[in-house]
């Protein structure tokens, strides 16, 4: 037994060790990931579930690796956002998706943009003068854009994060708060955060219809966004009954698989000159 036990520890330390390694090289592309350009920007539509029309656009980070194929950003983020390789990232992002929009106005589609951004970009140097010297470079109206930050961050309650937002809104911008439900929610931080928007997590849309607490939380959400007047969008709406279960409890906006999957600029632009709503 207890030379099976030693190899045993053996064989944890060896794929501990494997799982180390790994690591440390998916680091090491994720480094040289944007100068060799893997990063693409993928965009899906936000959609007023009512008329069907097309309202914005969500960019979504993908990561192109030569060896792994598509890793999707759930398992690259984090590691960005401890590197700190989010900060020029998420700078890219940006970048990136101010461009292309210009790029569907030009095509007659005018819509807005919303942008995923990382609590640790305020440490890197993400403020509203460097989104204000984006949007100028692109000649983008601030009005145009969303930033969307996870419920996590607000939860942190300080000074500080209240300030970094502020200054955004004051630039015109708007903030979404992104994956709301998830969190220890408390009514008392919409109060003090400059937001406009709530996204509702697509894990309580799946559940829509099948699970009571589901359900009611959902209503619930509805009802406080609007006697709160935030403007409110439900994710990952997938289904005909789920679009119309929440339009009938009041959820205009949504997003999903239902409408269309994120996509590529160039398959977005196809998608958008042939839908009818
Ligand atoms: P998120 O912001 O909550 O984005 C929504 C996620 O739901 C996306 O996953 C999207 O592809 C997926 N989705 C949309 N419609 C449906 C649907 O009908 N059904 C299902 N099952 N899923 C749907 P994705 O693209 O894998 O992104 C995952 C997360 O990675 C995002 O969650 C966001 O938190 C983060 N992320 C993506 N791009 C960026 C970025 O540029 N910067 C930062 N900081 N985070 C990003
Ligand atoms: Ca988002
Ligand atoms: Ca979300
Ligand atoms: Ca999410």
Not at 23 to 50: C, F, S, W
Not at 201 to 216: C, K, T, V
Not at 249 to 256: H, I, K, P, R
Request: charge should be negative; charged fraction near 20%.
């Amino acid at each position: 037994a207890k030379q099976s036990g030693r190899n045993q520890a053996h064989f944890f330390t060896a794929a501990m060790q494997e799982h180390a390694n790994q690591r440390m090289t998916l680091e090491q592309d994720l480094r040289h990931a944007l100068e060799r350009n893997q990063l693409e920007v993928y965009y899906q539509p936000i959609i007023a579930g009512k008329s069907g029309r097309v309202q914005g656009l969500e960019a979504l980070l993908r990561w192109h690796h030569p060896e792994r194929g598509l890793i999707p950003p759930d398992q690259f983020i984090p590691m960005a956002e401890e590197t700190g390789l989010i900060g020029s990232i998420g700078e890219w992002v940006l970048e990136t998706a101010c461009e292309q929009v210009q790029q569907f106005y030009a095509a007659g589609h005018e819509l807005y943009l919303s942008v995923n951004i990382s609590e640790r970009q305020r440490d890197l140097g993400l403020d509203a003068d460097a989104v204000a010297s984006v949007l100028k470079h692109h000649q983008l109206d601030p009005s145009r854009l969303i930033l969307e930050i996870t419920e996590g961050l607000l939860l942190q309650d300080s000074q500080e994060t209240v300030a970094w937002l502020q200054g955004f809104k004051g630039l015109g911008i708007s903030l979404a708060i992104d994956d709301f439900g998830t969190g220890y929610s408390s009514l008392s931080y919409l109060k003090r955060f400059p937001v406009d928007t709530l996204k509702i997590d697509r894990e309580f849309i799946r559940d829509l219809n099948s699970d009571r607490y589901a359900d009611s939380l959902v209503s619930a959400i509805i009802s406080m966004a609007a006697s709160l007047e935030l403007r409110l969008i439900a994710e990952g709406v997938e289904t005909e009954k789920q679009r119309l279960t929440l339009i009938g409890q009041g959820c205009n906006y949504m997003q999903g698989y239902l409408f269309c999957p994120p996509l590529p600029a160039d398959k977005l632009t196809h998608w958008l000159s042939s839908y009818q709503p």
